[in-house]
């Protein structure tokens, strides 16, 4: 066990505050003041208790009641004439599909009584091999948000109103036509489409208003299916110029366009973590959102496991404290324009050419060059940058280490973000010029998400015709003419092939709980590929994938001998593998130099902006998911909001207020000054400064959470916040997505508009090199005199003054010492012949009291800490499995959060000499903790999942 580190969960714990020694023995720092609480005269106003706090939100199983069954169960005996598959009481689980344009992975669905319960990964099938992210795993209660559209809708000036399918489908089709037949611009813009069905219906649409679809260009995945359309070729008596066009939130552009330049081809790679002995992060937060991070998860555990008897070394340089840097061996903090020279100095390191790093970076770049040159092909740079010239830098180190073919695989392609940024500024100017006579959108939300969305908005509103197949009156969907609100994930068949040889299903778990209709069900009724259905229980869908998969994939697998068979068997497993290959890549080629050159020449921003993801939000698709805004983040721990994160320097030199003087006169920048360490508590009674942030014409206000370990001179904010803003007194897509007041109801603004939960990041994104980029804008930031309190859960707990819930070592000492140098027992503080004692655990028997005999089965559970990353699904998983109560912003923010587990999350630092001679003589030397912590601007952090401990047993 490393015995020179000390745990610290926030600055106050740190810094031991009066008011932290003063709660340091309590569990809860705040009373729960029960007789307050019940007694108060607000009570009688409650729109909601902490148990209906859901209900509250707008999630209602009503609808599920009716879908769930043919008829509503109202007796004590459930089924007269019960479906075979249903036994009461006894859950039924279906494999199926999760993807929502960013996260992709084969998940369980478990179901009872016909209603959808809970969702988790799939451990048996699938490529994501069981992980699960918080977002997936919250998806479930997304399907009972009551803000969903209940069916078609059409915009006037009457405002959003229903509308029947057939009217849409009449209106639609005959403008359709109608800009067909004068050669008018149709423009079909998506997410990155993996479904193969999806892209079939796709094109059956272009070949119905644009003529052929001659001009279609290969699927880099399948090889086979078209990805983008496009066409101007008539061969019908209507020919439009119809494009397909993908437009995701997070933009991967930048590496496409590098492998074009270094291969000759714009594709994504797979990458393999498991085979990698040293790995590299550049900006990359590889085990969050970024491409196919439920798959890399799973690689990189296999990499934490010191009982094979190796573990990876992973080097992580980045800004902001992610969630991959959290779990990193080794983090060095940059600015994100110094990316670049990272980039380009590792190249150098091992000898590839690239460009020597500067003086703060050198000695870095040479250590991880000696690494990797040590692991030569078992090693894996990895960059999350948009910019082409660093991914082509990147792409000469793995090649130059002979990565490609070890852990990164050519003959694989990912079909996830194929958003490209020069086909999106194409688009940007037709629609803002005017020249688009009709917009369709599917599961993409650009007047949400992009810098300029209110320009969207304008030229969308301008179209002759304009489509939208969001669930919700969204930020694009209300811009659009037409509502077509395509169904939940879990109401819908689809299929999926998210990289080259492996394809998975998506099933319907519950019938539509509304008047809703499959997107791809819209697309081929306009193409005149299929007959409106009537009812909700259409087939067109489920009709033309089982089609697809008998043409298509029947024939590239050997396992089952009859369509049927495996038809069934690939529903029954929700995935398949099949035989596939993609075009060759052609050798390493590109003008590296070049690209080091410019990759090196970005100009450094006083302050420079990341948009980032967080665990639970993501991109904000499901934002209005209350497990998911209650959910703490796991490195801050803050529920409910979006907040700059900073270098708690950086913090203190914009309020210096909390500096002593003798500090202010020597160097603004000295924050050993414990007082001033102090200041930055948030806490229930301790708000956080606001800063205002302004990029161009741009501000956002926002509070300020310092984090530690961030790199000084940049800011952090969460994306996927300030959703459904435009909604005016409606709480468009979801009531969780809005403020709620003290003791219920909700916050408005001086207009008695609810105010949306957090502000939009996505409008201070900007483009750098012709890609949009995410991170290294130039911003600037300036202290207000207001103050904002976070619901900050990270000091809730205390550890009750024990200091080795913790422990780690070395994978030296793990393998070569006895466990007892790295796992010394315990010992519980009893009180024994009248004071406390401590005796080993062995001795004391916290059963005492509670016999334990003739209990039967007891279960146990163990988390491998070696491989917890601290993301966070286990906690939402908890919540849906245990029905946990959603509590809301006001009770976190005092203390009274519900969660049955927790993710405890500890900073550390490593100690020093004069650590060491203090403890041998404490006389002699003047360290304290206090030192030794704050001069440490880089913590570690370790995760350690908390149990409820209520098993079976609890004492
Ligand atoms: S145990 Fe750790 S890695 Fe596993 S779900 Fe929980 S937080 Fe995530």
Known sequence: MATNKKYWKGFDELTESPEFVEKKNNEFPAELSVEEFVGSKEVSGFTTDRRDFLKFLGFSVAAASLAACEKPVIKAIPYVNKPEEITPGIANWYAS???????????????????????????????????????????????????????????????????????????????????????????????????????????????????????????????????????????????????HVTLDEVSYSGIRKANQECFGSDFIPDYNFSNAKVIVGIGCDFLNGWLMSTEYVGQYGKTRKPESGWMSKHWQFESIMSQTGSNADQRVRIKPSEEGVVAAGILHAIGGGGQAAPENLAAYCQKVGEELTAAGGASLVVSGSNDTNIQMVVN?????????????????????????????????????????????????????????????????????????????????????????????????????????????????????????????????????????????????????IAENWAGNLFAKQTEYTTVAEFWNWAVHNGSLDVKEEVPAAQSFAGNIQQAVSKATDIEPQEMELVIYQKAGIGTGKDSANPWLQEMPDPLSKVSWDNYVTMAPADVLRMFPGGLSEEAKANNADEISDYGAWNSLYIGQESPAKVVSVTVGEKSLKLPVFPMPGQASGTIGIAMGYGRGAHGGTEPVIGKAAYYTGKYGGYETDDSGNLVAIGQNAFALRGWQNGNSCLAGIGVSVEATTETYPLACSQTHHTVMGRESVVRETSLATYLTADSETYNPPFKLSVIKDGKHQEVPVGEADLWDAHPVENVGHRWGMSVDLSSCIGCGSCLVSCVAENNVPVVGKDEIRRSRDMHWLRIDRYFSSVGDDDRNAWEKDPTTNTFDYHKMEISEASPSVVYMPMMCQHCNHAP
């Open 396 to 544: 000469a180190i793995n090649n130059h280490l002979g990565s490609y073919g070890k852990t990164i695989d050519h003959s694989i392609n990912i079909g996830m973000g194929k958003t490209n940024d020069d086909e999106i500024k194409k688009l940007e100017d037709e629609l803002t010029s005017g020249s688009v006579d009709a917009v369709i959108f599917y599961d993409t939300n650009p007047v949400y998400f992009m810098e300029n969305g209110e320009q969207w908005r304008t030229a969308i509103e301008a179209c002759e015709l304009s489509v939208s197949f969001a669930q919700y009156d969204d930020e694009t969907a209300s811009a659009c003419g037409y509502i077509c609100p395509d169904n939940h994930y879990l109401e819908s068949w689809n299929d999926f092939n998210p990289k080259t040889g492996h394809y998975s299903l998506a099933q319907p778990v519950i019938r539509p709980l509304y008047d809703t209709r499959q997107a791809q069900e819209s697309l081929l009724v306009w193409a005149g590929e299929a007959a409106r259905s009537s009812s909700k229980d259409s087939t067109v869908v489920y009709d033309y």
């Open 97 to 243: 599909t999760f993807y929502d344009g960013n996260d992709y992975g084969s998940i369980l669905v478990k179901t009872r009584e016909g209603r959808p319960i809970l969702v988790k990964g799939n451990s048996s099938f699938g490529i994501n091999r069981g992980a699960a992210t918080p977002r997936m795993i919250g998806s479930v209660l997304s399907l009972y948000n009551e803000a969903r559209l209940k069916g078609a809708h059409r915009h006037s000036d009457g405002g959003c109103l229903p509308v029947s399918w057939s009217d849409v489908d009449a209106e639609i089709g005959s403008k359709l036509e109608s800009i067909a037949e004068r050669g008018g611009k149709i423009r079909l813009v998506t997410s990155s489409v993996i479904w193969p069905s999806t892209n079939s219906a796709i094109s059956a649409f272009v070949n119905k208003y644009g003529g052929s679809v001659e001009a279609v260009a290969s699927d880099p995945v399948a090889g086979e299916v078209p990805q983008e359309t496009e066409t101007t070729t008539a061969e019908s008596n209507v020919s439009a110029d119809v494009k």
